[in-house]
């Protein structure tokens, strides 16, 4: 009887050895598949233009992306052509997981782009046109569903900013 378990005990000690030796496949390359590959930056840009040329891009706008709540982790200030570029937090796939609260907006603050873009003067987007709030600086949009759920790179498009002539009398109160 001893000798029918030693048969059994080494039979089943050969068997596992033999499984645990095959690595648990590897697709029979021998474990050698390349890693899968990085996920692409998912890049949220636009470009900001004035009211007077809307060929002629904005430098020194800032524009941000967040809650009503007052989260915003991405901030972007336009370049010499009025583009910007925020890129998500490489663990977040979609804008609509950087935060936990809604509704979302993105802001649009004037005062880094000069004395012709005050900050009392409206913004516009997609054809309707939003207020600065004169005590915080910015005009607040909100983000089209589009952009909340994208999981790759999207353009807002484009914001245009009233341009006001310094050398002009100023507008009517608002």
Known sequence: MRRVYSILLVGGVSAVLALAGCGGGGGGNG?????????E???ISGT??????????????EVSLGTAGYQYELKATTNASGNFSM????????????YATIPFDFRVNTAGAGSSFPTFLPVQYNGTSYDQN???????IPVPAAVLVTTESMSLGTIVVTFFDPNQPPPPPL
Do not use: I
């Open 134 to 140: 004169p005590g915080m600086g910015y005009a607040s």
């Open 41 to 43: 930056d998912v890049v």
């Open 87 to 98: 890129t998500l937090p490489d663990d977040k796939a979609s804008p609509l997981q950087l």
């Open 48 to 61: 900001v233009v004035s009211s007077q040329n809307q060929a002629t891009g904005v430098p020194g706008v």
């Open 31 to 39: 474990g050698n598949d390349p890693p899968p590959p990085e996920p």
